[in-house]
């Protein structure tokens, strides 16, 4: 059916087992990172159809990549690619502070080309959904997103975007453009505050965001939960109150919450309300998907079992 299509770079992450200094680590979890296909893993996990497209290398890391996708419930395209598979390694220093390394500049998932976007398969889509983590990529990969994203507004595929800002990959200054342009055409975005401060001047980032153009904004906000104007209703929803583990991947849980839901014609406050249950219940398991709810998951969570 008319499920989500995502596109962008999946890695292999190994995330330390317990807390401490990387040389302190007795050993690691072997895991799956990449924003787009996290939301992927989320979409599926919650009963929805969701495909990930992205290049992965001849290494025994891409094969695992792609079957560990598929396991998942994610219909996966993995374009194969000379180079190597990308890799994170990723280390909880203390409660409160992660240290992640990327080794992934000129991998296979970076290479992504316009070549790659699947016209068909977007026209097909129900909702078409980018990052900018890959417009950080490489120029030819953020030619690939832009070109998805004009593919589906001309063919009337809704377009979701999570602006999803890394610091290591490029400046605030060289993301402002590209970040704003990305925003403007799309008509869901998701933000964290600090992201919108970077190209959106105004105090409130739910309204800067909006001017640009998307019909639903949703700026999410972590323990402090999420404020969204969606077809011009403002929405505010708390957070849930949950023992956090390991914040890595929430802001996906709470994307793909919230996509699950729209794909379905949940109303706005469901979407949200599910997105935030997702966000929580991510943050309570240790990995980068690992922690991504199904739907049963979520019953838990409000039934409280959580706690026991
Ligand atoms: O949202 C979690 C992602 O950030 C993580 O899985 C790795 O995609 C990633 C990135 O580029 O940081």
Redesign the pocket.
Known sequence: GPGILTL????G?FVADGIGTLESARGFTLG???????VAVGVARLGGAATWLGRIGPDAMGALIASRLRSFGVRTIAIPDDAFTGL?IRFQRSGQFIH?D?H?SGSAGSRLTVADVPVAEIEAAGIVHV?G?TT?LSDTARAAVFHAVETARSAGVPVSV?V?Y?S??WSRFDAAPVLRDLVSRADVVFAGPDEAAIFVDSPDPVEGLAKLGPSEVVVKDGARGCVALIDGVRHEVPALPVTAVDP?????AFVAGYLADRQTGAAALERLRTAIAAGAFAVTVPG??EGLPTRADLAALSGGDINR
């Open positions: 962008g770079e999946a890695m992450i799956v990172a990449g924003a787009e296909s996290n994170m992640a990327y992934r990052t983590i950080a999570d999803n890394r290591k990959l890595v991947g929430a802001g996906d980068d998907c």
